[in-house]
């Protein structure tokens, strides 16, 4: 089976520029999850959603950060305007149902200079 | 406040030894514990889980052991091979579905012939 595939693998932006990156989770998988690890620090929530409704986004900080999973299917996580702070990896993650097992991709790396 | 703490940030031991990972955690809310294992540039990926009413989950290596009245939680890898150096995380769950995972810093175990 095909994996979480993301792209893209690494950007450098400047600050105050936007950016999206994209998810393809893996088939059949319902739950989407984007999750931000700052280097030197733990994967951290940032969304859930359960096919195309939102689960959890109480750790997205909504005045930059915006995310949608139309279909179901495909997921885009956007900032506008970026921060410094955001430098991290975006890290995306399916699961079958909200199962433990959930398989994350490769992730973004994103550099905000 | 960080709630799930990994207070090793780098492990290092001889191939052949045990490998013993260790975690702690405060949130007394939280009844399912996982290892998540991560290469350099590539996503996390799940190791080995623990519900709480278990005090130990053993898979081929790897053994996972909980304590719940001193909230911690180790992972034991015997023997150990270089091919297990890698960051390692623990992760909590207050649910059993494993939804909204809370991370560690990660563990960095080097595994040297």
């Known amino acids: 089976e095909a994996g979480v595939a993301q792209s893209p693998r690494y950007k450098i932006i400047e600050k105050r520029q936007s950016v999206a990156f994209w998810c393809n989770p893996i088939?059949?998988?319902?739950?989407l999850y984007w999750y931000q690890q700052i280097l030197g620090q733990g994967p951290k929530l940032l969304i859930q959603?359960?096919?195309?409704?939102?689960?959890?986004d109480s750790q997205l900080p909504k005045d930059r950060f915006s995310a949608e999973r139309l279909k179901g299917v495909d997921s885009t996580l956007k900032i506008q305007p970026a921060k410094l702070e955001d430098s991290a990896v975006y890290l995306c993650?399916?699961?079958?149902?909200?199962?433990?097992?959930?398989?994350f991709g490769s992730g973004t790396r994103l550099t905000v200079v | 406040d960080q709630q799930v703490k990994q207070n090793s940030p780098s492990l290092s031991v001889q191939e052949g030894r045990i490998s013993i990972l260790n975690c702690d955690y405060t949130?007394?809310?939280?009844?399912?514990f996982l290892w998540y294992k991560k290469y350099p540039a590539e996503g996390p990926t799940f190791l080995i889980s623990?519900?709480?009413?278990?005090d130990k989950n053993e898979d081929g290596r790897f053994t996972v052991f909980l304590n719940k009245s001193a909230k911690h939680l180790s992972l034991h890898i015997v023997p150990s091979q270089p091919g297990d150096s890698a960051v390692y995380f623990c992760?909590?769950?207050?649910?059993?579905?494993?939804?909204?995972?809370?991370f560690g810093e990660g563990t960095q175990l080097t595994v040297n012939p």
């Open positions: 993650a399916s699961s079958l149902a909200t199962d433990y097992g959930y398989t």
């Open positions: 088939s059949g998988h319902a739950t």
């Open positions: 959603f359960q096919n195309n409704g939102v689960v959890d």
């Open positions: 949130n007394s809310m939280f009844d399912y």
């Open positions: 623990i519900s709480s009413i278990k």
């Open positions: 992760a909590a769950s207050a649910d059993t579905s494993g939804s909204r995972l809370t």
